[in-house]
Protein backbone atom coordinates (compact mmCIF):
# COMPACT_ATOMS: atom_id res chain seq x y z
CA UNK A 1 0.00 0.00 0.00
CA UNK A 2 1.37 3.42 -0.52
CA UNK A 3 2.17 6.05 2.02
CA UNK A 4 -0.90 8.53 1.36
CA UNK A 5 1.29 11.72 0.88
CA UNK A 6 3.35 9.48 -1.66
CA UNK A 7 0.31 9.04 -4.11
CA UNK A 8 -0.43 12.45 -4.07
CA UNK A 9 2.96 13.64 -4.46
CA UNK A 10 4.65 10.77 -6.93
CA UNK A 11 2.61 12.08 -9.78
CA UNK A 12 3.27 15.74 -9.08
CA UNK A 13 6.90 17.41 -10.37
CA UNK A 14 7.99 19.49 -7.74
CA UNK A 15 10.74 22.01 -7.90
CA UNK A 16 13.85 20.88 -5.62
CA UNK A 17 14.51 24.44 -4.15
CA UNK A 18 10.85 23.97 -2.52
CA UNK A 19 10.77 20.82 -0.65
CA UNK A 20 8.68 20.58 1.94
CA UNK A 21 10.34 19.91 4.82
CA UNK A 22 7.42 18.02 6.18
CA UNK A 23 8.32 15.66 3.47
CA UNK A 24 11.29 15.18 4.14
CA UNK A 25 11.41 13.46 7.43
CA UNK A 26 11.20 9.98 8.50
CA UNK A 27 9.95 8.60 11.24
CA UNK A 28 13.02 7.44 13.65
CA UNK A 29 12.20 4.04 14.59
CA UNK A 30 10.45 2.80 11.36
CA UNK A 31 13.45 2.64 9.58
CA UNK A 32 14.54 -0.50 11.47
CA UNK A 33 12.98 -3.22 8.96
CA UNK A 34 15.48 -4.55 7.40
CA UNK A 35 13.98 -5.38 3.71
CA UNK A 36 15.91 -8.24 1.51
CA UNK A 37 18.30 -7.18 -0.77
CA UNK A 38 18.08 -7.06 -4.34
CA UNK A 39 21.44 -7.20 -6.42
CA UNK A 40 19.72 -6.00 -9.26
CA UNK A 41 17.39 -3.00 -8.60
CA UNK A 42 17.68 -0.23 -10.83
CA UNK A 43 19.80 2.56 -9.42
CA UNK A 44 16.94 4.80 -10.29
CA UNK A 45 13.52 4.65 -9.06
CA UNK A 46 11.62 2.96 -12.27
CA UNK A 47 8.19 4.35 -11.32
CA UNK A 48 8.28 8.23 -10.59
CA UNK A 49 10.78 11.01 -10.84
CA UNK A 50 9.11 13.28 -7.82
CA UNK A 51 10.07 13.71 -4.65
CA UNK A 52 7.74 12.01 -1.60
CA UNK A 53 8.28 11.08 1.46
CA UNK A 54 9.01 7.43 0.72
CA UNK A 55 9.69 6.11 4.43
CA UNK A 56 11.90 3.29 4.72
CA UNK A 57 10.75 0.19 6.68
CA UNK A 58 7.22 1.62 6.87
CA UNK A 59 4.35 -0.56 5.66
CA UNK A 60 3.33 1.97 3.27
CA UNK A 61 7.15 2.12 1.73
CA UNK A 62 6.73 2.16 -2.03
CA UNK A 63 7.58 -1.04 -4.05
CA UNK A 64 10.87 0.61 -4.88
CA UNK A 65 12.05 0.73 -2.09
CA UNK A 66 10.77 -2.06 -0.43
CA UNK A 67 12.90 -4.03 -3.02
CA UNK A 68 15.49 -2.83 -0.92
CA UNK A 69 17.19 -2.99 2.40
CA UNK A 70 17.74 -0.04 5.01
CA UNK A 71 21.05 0.77 6.40
CA UNK A 72 21.59 -0.34 9.97
CA UNK A 73 21.21 2.78 12.73
CA UNK A 74 24.26 3.89 14.78
CA UNK A 75 23.63 5.36 17.77
CA UNK A 76 24.97 9.26 18.92
CA UNK A 77 24.32 11.19 21.78
CA UNK A 78 22.26 13.85 20.60
CA UNK A 79 24.03 16.83 21.65
CA UNK A 80 27.36 15.60 20.19
CA UNK A 81 25.38 15.51 17.04
CA UNK A 82 23.96 18.83 17.37
CA UNK A 83 27.71 20.13 18.30
CA UNK A 84 29.52 18.51 15.56
CA UNK A 85 27.25 16.82 12.83
CA UNK A 86 29.50 18.57 10.46
CA UNK A 87 33.01 17.75 11.94
CA UNK A 88 32.60 14.22 12.64
CA UNK A 89 34.33 13.83 16.35
CA UNK A 90 36.08 10.28 16.83
CA UNK A 91 33.03 8.54 19.07
CA UNK A 92 31.32 8.77 15.84
CA UNK A 93 34.13 8.17 13.48
CA UNK A 94 34.14 4.66 15.67
CA UNK A 95 30.83 4.39 14.88
CA UNK A 96 31.16 4.11 11.01
CA UNK A 97 34.91 2.10 11.38
CA UNK A 98 32.55 -0.39 13.45
CA UNK A 99 30.18 -0.90 10.70
CA UNK A 100 33.05 -0.89 7.96
CA UNK A 101 33.03 -4.29 6.15
CA UNK A 102 29.82 -5.46 7.23
CA UNK A 103 27.47 -2.16 6.34
CA UNK A 104 29.08 0.39 4.04
CA UNK A 105 26.46 2.55 4.58
CA UNK A 106 24.52 3.21 8.66
CA UNK A 107 22.21 5.61 9.40
CA UNK A 108 21.71 8.50 12.13
CA UNK A 109 18.76 8.29 14.54
CA UNK A 110 16.30 11.01 14.23
CA UNK A 111 16.68 13.73 16.68
CA UNK A 112 14.04 16.68 17.97
CA UNK A 113 14.40 18.99 15.40
CA UNK A 114 17.14 17.03 12.96
CA UNK A 115 16.29 14.78 10.51
CA UNK A 116 17.68 11.08 10.18
CA UNK A 117 20.46 10.79 7.74
CA UNK A 118 22.04 8.13 6.05
CA UNK A 119 26.04 7.93 5.76
CA UNK A 120 28.61 6.16 3.35
CA UNK A 121 31.19 4.81 4.57
CA UNK A 122 33.09 4.00 1.45
CA UNK A 123 35.03 6.13 -0.85
CA UNK A 124 33.37 4.24 -4.15
CA UNK A 125 29.72 5.16 -2.53
CA UNK A 126 30.10 8.73 -1.69
CA UNK A 127 31.63 9.20 -5.61
CA UNK A 128 28.00 7.24 -6.10
CA UNK A 129 26.36 9.78 -4.60
CA UNK A 130 28.11 12.61 -6.00
CA UNK A 131 27.97 11.09 -9.05
CA UNK A 132 23.97 11.63 -8.63
CA UNK A 133 24.23 15.44 -8.53
CA UNK A 134 24.47 16.26 -12.14
CA UNK A 135 20.86 14.42 -12.65
CA UNK A 136 19.20 16.16 -9.69
CA UNK A 137 18.70 12.84 -7.72
CA UNK A 138 21.00 14.60 -4.82
CA UNK A 139 21.28 18.23 -4.13
CA UNK A 140 22.77 20.72 -1.68
CA UNK A 141 21.29 19.36 2.00
CA UNK A 142 22.15 22.11 4.48
CA UNK A 143 18.59 22.24 6.44
CA UNK A 144 16.24 24.86 6.38
CA UNK A 145 16.22 24.99 10.00
CA UNK A 146 18.13 25.99 12.51
CA UNK A 147 21.97 26.86 12.69
CA UNK A 148 21.99 26.38 8.91
CA UNK A 149 18.96 28.54 8.01
CA UNK A 150 21.31 31.48 8.55
CA UNK A 151 23.74 30.38 5.47
CA UNK A 152 20.42 31.61 3.67
CA UNK A 153 20.13 34.97 5.49
CA UNK A 154 23.69 35.86 5.84
CA UNK A 155 25.64 34.94 2.13
CA UNK A 156 21.93 35.08 0.44
CA UNK A 157 19.41 33.06 -1.62
CA UNK A 158 22.18 33.43 -5.04
CA UNK A 159 24.76 31.90 -3.17
CA UNK A 160 26.51 28.30 -4.70
CA UNK A 161 26.00 27.15 -0.92
CA UNK A 162 22.36 28.01 -0.47
CA UNK A 163 20.97 27.14 -3.72
CA UNK A 164 18.97 23.74 -3.84
CA UNK A 165 17.84 23.54 -7.75
CA UNK A 166 20.69 21.74 -9.48
CA UNK A 167 19.84 23.65 -12.80
CA UNK A 168 19.86 27.09 -10.82
CA UNK A 169 23.19 25.92 -8.93
CA UNK A 170 24.61 24.89 -12.12
CA UNK A 171 23.82 28.38 -14.47
CA UNK A 172 26.22 30.06 -11.83
CA UNK A 173 28.52 27.72 -10.96
CA UNK A 174 29.32 27.88 -14.58
CA UNK A 175 29.26 31.89 -14.86
CA UNK A 176 31.46 31.56 -11.74
CA UNK A 177 33.90 28.65 -12.88
CA UNK A 178 36.46 30.85 -15.33
CA UNK A 179 37.36 33.31 -12.23
CA UNK A 180 38.64 29.87 -10.43
CA UNK A 181 40.39 28.56 -13.87
CA UNK A 182 44.04 27.49 -14.69
CA UNK A 183 44.02 30.93 -16.69
CA UNK A 184 42.64 32.94 -14.19
CA UNK A 185 45.01 31.66 -11.59
CA UNK A 186 47.70 32.58 -13.53
CA UNK A 187 46.74 35.98 -13.42
CA UNK A 188 46.65 36.31 -9.79
CA UNK A 189 49.82 34.66 -9.20
CA UNK A 190 52.04 37.91 -9.51
CA UNK A 191 50.19 39.30 -6.52
CA UNK A 192 49.62 36.21 -4.41
CA UNK A 193 53.37 35.66 -4.27
CA UNK A 194 54.23 39.38 -3.61
CA UNK A 195 51.36 39.22 -0.77
CA UNK A 196 52.59 36.39 1.26
CA UNK A 197 56.51 37.32 0.76
CA UNK A 198 54.60 40.91 2.60
CA UNK A 199 53.14 38.85 5.18
CA UNK A 200 56.41 36.64 5.78
CA UNK A 201 58.65 39.42 5.90
CA UNK A 202 56.34 40.92 8.69
CA UNK A 203 56.25 37.77 10.66
CA UNK A 204 60.19 37.88 10.24
CA UNK A 205 60.70 41.11 11.58
CA UNK A 206 58.52 40.59 14.48
CA UNK A 207 62.16 39.29 15.83
CA UNK A 208 62.49 36.59 19.07
CA UNK A 209 58.81 37.89 20.00
CA UNK A 210 57.47 35.94 16.72
CA UNK A 211 53.97 35.45 15.64
CA UNK A 212 50.84 33.42 16.87
CA UNK A 213 50.70 31.43 13.37
CA UNK A 214 47.17 30.47 13.45
CA UNK A 215 46.18 34.26 13.74
CA UNK A 216 49.07 35.81 11.56
CA UNK A 217 47.71 32.77 8.44
CA UNK A 218 44.33 33.86 8.97
CA UNK A 219 45.18 37.49 8.62
CA UNK A 220 47.54 36.34 5.72
CA UNK A 221 44.73 34.72 3.98
CA UNK A 222 41.80 36.87 4.50
CA UNK A 223 44.19 39.68 2.98
CA UNK A 224 45.04 37.37 -0.36
CA UNK A 225 41.17 36.51 -0.92
CA UNK A 226 40.11 40.37 -0.46
CA UNK A 227 43.30 41.17 -2.81
CA UNK A 228 42.30 38.54 -5.17
CA UNK A 229 38.42 39.37 -5.25
CA UNK A 230 39.30 42.98 -5.50
CA UNK A 231 42.33 42.65 -7.69
CA UNK A 232 43.82 45.33 -5.79
CA UNK A 233 45.82 45.13 -2.29
CA UNK A 234 43.42 46.45 0.28
CA UNK A 235 44.67 49.45 2.70
CA UNK A 236 46.05 48.07 5.60
CA UNK A 237 42.98 50.37 7.85
CA UNK A 238 40.11 49.14 5.65
CA UNK A 239 41.26 45.48 5.50
CA UNK A 240 41.12 45.51 9.39
CA UNK A 241 37.87 47.05 9.16
CA UNK A 242 36.48 44.75 6.78
CA UNK A 243 37.56 41.94 8.93
CA UNK A 244 36.29 42.77 11.69
CA UNK A 245 32.91 43.47 9.70
CA UNK A 246 33.34 39.81 8.22
CA UNK A 247 34.08 38.26 11.71
CA UNK A 248 30.62 39.29 12.82
CA UNK A 249 28.75 37.49 9.91
CA UNK A 250 30.65 34.67 10.67
CA UNK A 251 29.94 35.15 14.65
CA UNK A 252 26.11 35.50 13.06
CA UNK A 253 26.36 31.58 11.77
CA UNK A 254 25.97 30.32 15.07
CA UNK A 255 24.39 33.28 16.76
CA UNK A 256 21.15 31.37 18.03
CA UNK A 257 18.07 32.58 18.33
CA UNK A 258 18.41 34.15 15.42
CA UNK A 259 15.85 37.70 16.07
CA UNK A 260 16.94 41.01 14.97
CA UNK A 261 17.44 42.76 18.78
CA UNK A 262 19.65 45.63 18.53
CA UNK A 263 23.70 44.85 20.02
CA UNK A 264 22.68 40.86 19.83
CA UNK A 265 25.41 39.30 17.34
CA UNK A 266 22.51 37.99 14.78
CA UNK A 267 21.84 41.92 14.68
CA UNK A 268 25.27 42.79 14.59
CA UNK A 269 25.85 40.23 12.06
CA UNK A 270 22.87 41.38 9.65
CA UNK A 271 24.53 45.04 10.17
CA UNK A 272 28.28 43.49 9.19
CA UNK A 273 26.53 41.67 6.22
CA UNK A 274 24.69 44.65 4.90
CA UNK A 275 27.89 46.68 4.81
CA UNK A 276 29.93 44.01 3.49
CA UNK A 277 27.42 44.00 0.54
CA UNK A 278 27.53 47.36 0.04
CA UNK A 279 31.34 47.18 -0.58
CA UNK A 280 31.13 44.51 -2.89
CA UNK A 281 28.14 46.49 -4.98
CA UNK A 282 30.65 49.49 -5.32
CA UNK A 283 33.05 47.43 -6.72
CA UNK A 284 30.34 46.09 -8.86
CA UNK A 285 29.35 49.29 -10.33
CA UNK A 286 33.15 50.48 -10.81
CA UNK A 287 34.06 47.32 -12.47
CA UNK A 288 31.23 47.46 -15.05
CA UNK A 289 31.94 51.66 -15.55
CA UNK A 290 35.65 49.91 -16.16
CA UNK A 291 34.27 47.35 -18.34
CA UNK A 292 32.61 49.96 -20.42
CA UNK A 293 34.94 52.21 -20.45
CA UNK A 294 36.85 49.53 -22.49
CA UNK A 295 39.42 49.24 -19.40
CA UNK A 296 40.51 45.72 -18.54
CA UNK A 297 39.27 44.31 -14.54
CA UNK A 298 42.17 42.60 -12.53
CA UNK A 299 40.76 40.10 -10.31
CA UNK A 300 37.78 37.73 -9.45
CA UNK A 301 35.46 40.54 -9.24
CA UNK A 302 36.63 41.81 -12.58
CA UNK A 303 36.12 38.39 -14.19
CA UNK A 304 32.77 37.72 -12.71
CA UNK A 305 31.39 41.41 -14.18
CA UNK A 306 32.92 40.23 -17.88
CA UNK A 307 31.50 36.68 -17.52
CA UNK A 308 29.02 35.80 -20.13
CA UNK A 309 27.61 32.17 -21.11
CA UNK A 310 27.09 30.67 -24.71
CA UNK A 311 23.23 32.34 -24.18
CA UNK A 312 24.27 35.62 -23.32
CA UNK A 313 23.34 35.55 -19.89
CA UNK A 314 25.69 37.48 -17.41
CA UNK A 315 25.67 37.26 -13.39
CA UNK A 316 23.73 40.28 -11.74
CA UNK A 317 25.71 42.62 -8.97
CA UNK A 318 23.11 40.30 -6.38
CA UNK A 319 24.82 37.25 -7.70
CA UNK A 320 27.88 38.71 -7.65
CA UNK A 321 27.70 39.62 -3.64
CA UNK A 322 26.44 36.76 -2.74
CA UNK A 323 28.81 34.12 -4.11
CA UNK A 324 31.30 36.66 -2.80
CA UNK A 325 30.41 36.25 0.40
CA UNK A 326 30.91 32.61 0.02
CA UNK A 327 34.14 33.27 -1.20
CA UNK A 328 35.10 35.42 1.46
CA UNK A 329 33.65 32.59 4.22
CA UNK A 330 35.10 29.71 1.81
CA UNK A 331 38.18 30.28 1.21
CA UNK A 332 40.01 32.22 4.51
CA UNK A 333 39.69 29.76 7.46
CA UNK A 334 39.62 27.06 5.46
CA UNK A 335 42.90 27.73 4.16
CA UNK A 336 44.71 29.55 7.02
CA UNK A 337 44.22 26.05 8.90
CA UNK A 338 45.17 23.58 6.99
CA UNK A 339 48.37 26.12 6.78
CA UNK A 340 48.78 26.05 10.82
CA UNK A 341 48.65 22.33 10.22
CA UNK A 342 51.09 22.39 7.67
CA UNK A 343 53.71 24.27 9.60
CA UNK A 344 53.19 22.45 13.43
CA UNK A 345 53.59 19.41 10.47
CA UNK A 346 56.78 20.44 9.41
CA UNK A 347 57.80 21.47 12.50
CA UNK A 348 57.86 18.27 13.72
CA UNK A 349 58.87 16.78 10.57
CA UNK A 350 62.41 18.06 9.85
CA UNK A 351 63.27 16.07 7.26
CA UNK A 352 60.13 16.65 5.58
CA UNK A 353 60.90 20.37 5.46
CA UNK A 354 64.41 19.52 4.52
CA UNK A 355 63.30 17.62 1.57
CA UNK A 356 60.80 20.73 0.69
CA UNK A 357 64.17 22.70 0.56
CA UNK A 358 65.38 20.63 -1.34
CA UNK A 359 62.53 20.93 -3.90
CA UNK A 360 62.41 24.31 -4.08
CA UNK A 361 66.22 24.85 -4.82
CA UNK A 362 65.56 22.41 -7.96
CA UNK A 363 62.41 24.51 -8.50
CA UNK A 364 64.49 27.83 -8.46
CA UNK A 365 67.00 26.23 -10.73
CA UNK A 366 64.61 24.90 -13.50
CA UNK A 367 61.92 28.14 -13.72
CA UNK A 368 63.71 30.96 -11.88
CA UNK A 369 62.78 32.48 -8.89
CA UNK A 370 59.12 33.73 -9.07
CA UNK A 371 56.15 31.30 -8.84
CA UNK A 372 54.82 30.50 -12.37
CA UNK A 373 52.11 28.17 -13.17
CA UNK A 374 54.68 25.70 -14.38
CA UNK A 375 57.13 26.21 -10.91
CA UNK A 376 53.92 25.19 -8.97
CA UNK A 377 53.26 21.98 -10.96
CA UNK A 378 56.67 21.12 -10.71
CA UNK A 379 56.03 21.52 -6.72
CA UNK A 380 55.33 17.93 -6.58
CA UNK A 381 56.63 17.38 -3.16
CA UNK A 382 55.34 20.65 -1.83
CA UNK A 383 51.65 19.50 -3.48
CA UNK A 384 52.08 15.97 -1.73
CA UNK A 385 53.15 17.98 1.72
CA UNK A 386 49.76 20.41 1.71
CA UNK A 387 47.85 16.75 0.49
CA UNK A 388 48.90 14.98 3.38
CA UNK A 389 48.05 17.66 5.95
CA UNK A 390 44.67 17.36 4.58
CA UNK A 391 44.77 13.81 4.34
CA UNK A 392 45.65 13.86 8.33
CA UNK A 393 43.64 17.09 9.15
CA UNK A 394 40.93 17.74 6.35
CA UNK A 395 39.14 21.02 7.51
CA UNK A 396 35.33 20.16 6.48
CA UNK A 397 35.12 17.15 8.40
CA UNK A 398 31.34 16.37 6.54
CA UNK A 399 29.22 17.48 3.65
CA UNK A 400 25.48 17.05 3.54
CA UNK A 401 23.08 16.22 0.74
CA UNK A 402 19.89 15.36 0.38
CA UNK A 403 18.14 13.00 -1.62
CA UNK A 404 15.37 14.93 -4.13
CA UNK A 405 13.91 11.64 -5.12
CA UNK A 406 14.06 7.91 -3.71
CA UNK A 407 17.20 5.95 -5.12
CA UNK A 408 19.27 3.30 -4.87
CA UNK A 409 22.74 3.25 -3.23
CA UNK A 410 24.84 -0.04 -2.63
CA UNK A 411 21.70 -2.07 -2.56
CA UNK A 412 20.38 -0.10 0.11
CA UNK A 413 17.14 2.29 -0.83
CA UNK A 414 17.25 6.26 0.44
CA UNK A 415 13.81 6.87 0.64
CA UNK A 416 13.50 11.23 -0.92
CA UNK A 417 13.90 13.87 1.52
CA UNK A 418 16.93 11.34 3.55
CA UNK A 419 19.91 13.88 4.58
CA UNK A 420 22.65 11.97 3.24
CA UNK A 421 25.70 12.52 5.29
CA UNK A 422 29.57 12.00 3.20
CA UNK A 423 31.77 11.73 5.94
CA UNK A 424 35.09 13.43 4.53
CA UNK A 425 37.10 12.87 7.60
CA UNK A 426 35.91 9.52 7.95
CA UNK A 427 36.64 8.31 4.94
CA UNK A 428 40.09 9.67 4.42
CA UNK A 429 41.39 8.03 8.10
CA UNK A 430 39.81 5.00 6.66
CA UNK A 431 41.29 5.03 3.04
CA UNK A 432 41.83 1.03 2.73
CA UNK A 433 45.12 1.97 1.25
CA UNK A 434 46.44 2.77 4.50
CA UNK A 435 44.00 1.64 6.68
CA UNK A 436 45.79 -1.47 8.35
CA UNK A 437 49.29 0.08 7.70
CA UNK A 438 51.34 1.01 10.79
CA UNK A 439 55.31 2.41 10.58
CA UNK A 440 55.58 5.03 8.01
CA UNK A 441 52.45 4.39 6.49
CA UNK A 442 49.73 4.24 9.46
CA UNK A 443 47.00 6.49 8.95
CA UNK A 444 48.00 8.90 11.46
CA UNK A 445 51.57 9.26 10.94
CA UNK A 446 51.98 12.20 8.58
CA UNK A 447 53.66 11.10 5.47
CA UNK A 448 53.59 13.07 2.47
CA UNK A 449 55.97 10.24 0.44
CA UNK A 450 52.65 8.52 0.63
CA UNK A 451 51.16 10.74 -1.88
CA UNK A 452 54.42 10.64 -4.38
CA UNK A 453 53.39 6.86 -5.19
CA UNK A 454 51.26 6.32 -8.62
CA UNK A 455 49.04 4.32 -5.73
CA UNK A 456 49.07 7.18 -3.60
CA UNK A 457 48.55 10.27 -6.29
CA UNK A 458 45.18 8.78 -6.93
CA UNK A 459 42.23 10.33 -4.99
CA UNK A 460 41.13 7.04 -3.34
CA UNK A 461 39.08 7.87 -0.53
CA UNK A 462 40.51 11.55 -0.37
CA UNK A 463 38.30 14.21 -0.77
CA UNK A 464 38.69 17.40 1.12
CA UNK A 465 37.40 19.60 -1.49
CA UNK A 466 34.42 17.52 -1.47
CA UNK A 467 32.95 16.14 -5.15
CA UNK A 468 30.21 15.99 -7.45
CA UNK A 469 28.57 19.31 -8.72
CA UNK A 470 29.27 21.11 -5.58
CA UNK A 471 33.21 20.52 -5.61
CA UNK A 472 34.75 23.20 -4.00
CA UNK A 473 35.17 25.76 -6.34
CA UNK A 474 38.33 27.67 -4.83
CA UNK A 475 40.32 24.22 -4.77
CA UNK A 476 42.75 24.68 -7.26
CA UNK A 477 43.26 28.77 -6.26
CA UNK A 478 43.64 27.13 -2.50
CA UNK A 479 46.35 24.36 -3.69
CA UNK A 480 48.17 27.93 -5.92
CA UNK A 481 47.91 29.83 -2.35
CA UNK A 482 48.80 27.23 0.17
CA UNK A 483 51.87 25.53 -2.13
CA UNK A 484 52.85 29.63 -2.79
CA UNK A 485 53.52 30.14 0.86
CA UNK A 486 55.53 26.36 1.51
CA UNK A 487 57.59 27.80 -1.24
CA UNK A 488 58.83 30.90 -0.04
CA UNK A 489 58.81 29.70 3.42
CA UNK A 490 61.30 26.63 2.46
CA UNK A 491 63.03 29.23 0.11
CA UNK A 492 63.97 31.76 2.33
CA UNK A 493 63.10 31.23 6.14
CA UNK A 494 63.89 28.70 9.39
CA UNK A 495 61.47 28.72 11.61
CA UNK A 496 60.62 27.68 15.33
CA UNK A 497 57.53 26.65 16.25
CA UNK A 498 55.91 25.61 19.64
CA UNK A 499 54.18 22.38 18.90
CA UNK A 500 53.40 21.23 22.33
CA UNK A 501 49.68 21.82 22.56
CA UNK A 502 45.97 20.79 22.20
CA UNK A 503 44.54 20.97 18.77
CA UNK A 504 40.98 21.79 19.58
CA UNK A 505 37.97 21.40 16.93
CA UNK A 506 36.23 24.32 15.14
CA UNK A 507 36.45 24.05 11.24
CA UNK A 508 38.94 21.19 11.29
CA UNK A 509 41.46 21.54 14.74
CA UNK A 510 42.85 24.53 15.80
CA UNK A 511 45.88 24.86 18.41
CA UNK A 512 45.09 25.87 21.63
CA UNK A 513 48.40 27.84 21.91
CA UNK A 514 47.82 29.56 18.52
CA UNK A 515 50.96 28.04 17.32
CA UNK A 516 53.57 30.70 18.55
CA UNK A 517 56.50 31.27 15.92
CA UNK A 518 59.87 32.71 15.66
CA UNK A 519 61.17 33.40 11.94
CA UNK A 520 64.59 33.55 10.58
CA UNK A 521 66.29 34.13 7.08
CA UNK A 522 67.19 31.24 6.49
CA UNK A 523 70.80 31.63 5.17
CA UNK A 524 71.45 33.53 8.75
CA UNK A 525 70.32 30.16 10.07
CA UNK A 526 72.60 27.96 7.43
CA UNK A 527 75.86 30.30 8.45
CA UNK A 528 75.42 29.59 11.88
CA UNK A 529 75.40 26.00 11.50
CA UNK A 530 77.88 26.13 8.99
CA UNK A 531 79.96 27.94 11.51
CA UNK A 532 79.18 25.55 14.20
CA UNK A 533 80.00 22.33 11.83
CA UNK A 534 83.73 23.62 10.97
CA UNK A 535 84.09 24.81 14.22
CA UNK A 536 83.41 20.90 15.84
CA UNK A 537 85.23 19.32 13.61
CA UNK A 538 88.75 20.86 15.79
CA UNK A 539 87.38 19.43 18.69
CA UNK A 540 91.12 19.37 20.12
CA UNK A 541 90.87 23.30 20.80
CA UNK A 542 90.11 24.99 23.71
CA UNK A 543 86.29 27.02 23.20
CA UNK A 544 84.17 29.85 24.36
CA UNK A 545 81.16 29.60 25.87
CA UNK A 546 79.01 28.26 23.81
CA UNK A 547 76.47 29.84 22.07
CA UNK A 548 72.83 28.55 22.22
CA UNK A 549 70.85 29.28 18.81
CA UNK A 550 66.88 29.14 19.82
CA UNK A 551 65.94 26.04 20.95
CA UNK A 552 63.14 23.55 20.80
CA UNK A 553 62.71 20.20 22.78
CA UNK A 554 61.09 17.53 21.11
CA UNK A 555 59.87 14.27 22.37
CA UNK A 556 61.12 11.14 21.68
CA UNK A 557 61.21 7.86 22.95
CA UNK A 558 64.72 8.47 24.71
CA UNK A 559 63.94 11.63 27.11
CA UNK A 560 64.04 14.67 24.91
CA UNK A 561 66.14 16.10 21.67
CA UNK A 562 66.63 19.61 20.31
CA UNK A 563 65.11 19.82 16.96
CA UNK A 564 67.81 22.37 15.82
CA UNK A 565 70.70 20.03 17.07
CA UNK A 566 71.91 22.44 19.11
CA UNK A 567 73.84 24.29 16.86
CA UNK A 568 77.18 25.82 18.71
CA UNK A 569 79.46 28.93 17.30
CA UNK A 570 82.98 28.24 18.57
CA UNK A 571 86.35 29.73 18.25
CA UNK A 572 89.55 30.07 19.93
CA UNK A 573 89.59 30.88 23.46
CA UNK A 574 92.82 32.74 23.26
CA UNK A 575 91.53 34.90 20.40
CA UNK A 576 88.97 35.95 22.44
CA UNK A 577 91.05 36.77 25.47
CA UNK A 578 93.90 38.65 23.73
CA UNK A 579 92.92 42.94 24.22
CA UNK A 580 91.23 44.55 21.82
CA UNK A 581 94.09 45.82 19.05
CA UNK A 582 94.83 49.41 19.45
C1 LIG B 1 42.13 24.22 2.20
C2 LIG B 1 41.27 24.95 1.53
C3 LIG B 1 39.85 24.55 1.20
C4 LIG B 1 39.16 23.40 1.49
C5 LIG B 1 39.67 22.18 2.26
C6 LIG B 1 37.84 23.54 0.94
C7 LIG B 1 36.85 22.58 1.03
C8 LIG B 1 35.58 22.72 0.50
C9 LIG B 1 34.55 21.74 0.60
C10 LIG B 1 34.67 20.39 1.28
C11 LIG B 1 33.46 22.23 -0.03
C12 LIG B 1 32.11 21.54 -0.17
C13 LIG B 1 32.15 20.68 -1.42
C14 LIG B 1 30.96 19.80 -1.53
O1 LIG B 1 29.87 20.17 -1.05
O2 LIG B 1 31.09 18.71 -2.11
C15 LIG B 1 33.79 23.53 -0.54
C16 LIG B 1 32.93 24.32 -1.26
C17 LIG B 1 33.26 25.55 -1.74
N1 LIG B 1 34.47 26.17 -1.64
FE1 LIG B 1 36.13 25.43 -0.76
N2 LIG B 1 37.74 24.76 0.33
C18 LIG B 1 38.95 25.40 0.45
C19 LIG B 1 39.28 26.64 -0.04
C20 LIG B 1 38.45 27.43 -0.81
C21 LIG B 1 38.83 28.69 -1.40
C22 LIG B 1 40.22 29.33 -1.31
C23 LIG B 1 37.72 29.17 -2.05
C24 LIG B 1 37.54 30.41 -2.84
C25 LIG B 1 38.47 31.18 -3.27
C26 LIG B 1 36.66 28.20 -1.88
C27 LIG B 1 35.39 28.32 -2.39
C28 LIG B 1 34.39 27.39 -2.26
C29 LIG B 1 33.04 27.57 -2.80
C30 LIG B 1 32.53 28.79 -3.56
C31 LIG B 1 32.34 26.41 -2.48
C32 LIG B 1 30.89 26.10 -2.83
C33 LIG B 1 30.85 25.31 -4.15
C34 LIG B 1 29.46 24.93 -4.58
O3 LIG B 1 28.59 24.75 -3.72
O4 LIG B 1 29.25 24.78 -5.80
N3 LIG B 1 37.15 27.16 -1.12
N4 LIG B 1 35.10 23.81 -0.22
Redesign the pocket.
Known amino acids: MMHPLNSKLLCKQQPVASVPRSHVARPAGASRRVIARTADVPLHHPHHDSLGSADAGDESRCPFLQALRTPPMVNMPWLQRVKYQVFAPAQYQAQVLKGRGEHTIVQGPRQPGFNSFFMPATGELAKAV ?1 AEEPGGTIT ?1 GLAEKGGFRAFGTLLGEDS ?2 VVKDPAR ?1 AYL ?1 AL ?1 QPA ?1 GPDAIASYLPDIEALVSRHLATWQASGQAGVKAYGALKMLTFDF ?1 LQ ?1 VMGRSIPEQQLQHLGGLFSSLTAGLVAWPYIDIPFTPWHKALAAREELCGFFLAGCAQARQALAAGQAVPGILGRLVAAVDEQGNRLTDQEITH ?1 LL ?2 LL ?3 D ?2 S ?2 LTRALANLQDHPRVLQRLRQEQQQVVARHGGRISSDALKDMRYADAVVRET ?1 RRD ?3 GA ?1 IRVATRDFALGGYGVPAGTNVL ?1 P ?1 RTLAETDPRWLHSTGDLAPAAFNPDRMMTPEGAKPGQL ?13 A ?2 MA ?2 KTFLALLARQYAFQADTATEWKPALGYYPANGLPLVLSQLQQQQQQQQAAAACSSSSSRRCEQPQRVGCNYMRSALGYYLANGLPLVLSQLQQQQQPAAV
Request: hydrophobic share 55%; aromatic share 10%.
Open positions: FQLLHRLFIINLVAGHTSTTLPVVVLLMPFGGGARYCLGALAEM
